[in-house]
């Protein structure tokens, strides 16, 4: 059973950074950010292939950036300029479907998931 953990959330101010990590325990075809804020549905932040294809939500579109390293199996979610609409758990997820390309960036094209991280951005 392939396993991801997350690392790297917490308390920042509007318009800080922070940069969140997922490591898989074994190869996959893409990996993918969502988050989900309390009384809200899940919502797909940015996924990336192993080729390096990417996608990304328009409202974090300039702000955030994804990145992969294939060799460690751990892909980046650097956020910056971040909003108190940013606020919510964030998940990664991932698949290998070597055939995902733009749908990436739905939550139900995924099989695995890691179990979150807390992302606040307040004052």
């Known amino acids: 059973q392939l396993q991801l953990v997350e690392s790297g959330g917490g308390l920042v101010q509007p318009g800080g950074s922070l940069r969140l990590s997922c490591t898989a325990s074994?190869?996959?075809?893409?990996i993918g950010w969502f988050r989900q804020a309390p009384g809200k549905e899940r919502e797909g932040v940015s996924c990336?292939?192993?080729?390096?294809?990417?996608n990304y939500a328009d409202s974090v579109k300039g702000r955030f950036t994804i990145s992969r390293d294939n060799a460690k199996r751990t892909v980046y979610l650097q956020m910056s300029s971040l909003k108190p609409d940013d606020t919510a758990v964030y998940y990664c997820?991932?698949?290998?479907?070597?055939?995902?390309?733009?749908?990436?960036?739905?939550?139900?094209?995924?099989?695995?998931w890691g179990q979150g991280t807390q992302v606040t951005v307040s004052s």
């Open positions: 997820a991932a698949s290998r479907n070597h055939q995902l390309y733009g749908m990436c960036i739905l939550p139900d094209r995924y099989d695995y």
């Open positions: 074994g190869d996959v075809s893409v």
């Open positions: 990336i292939r192993g080729d390096a294809y990417t």
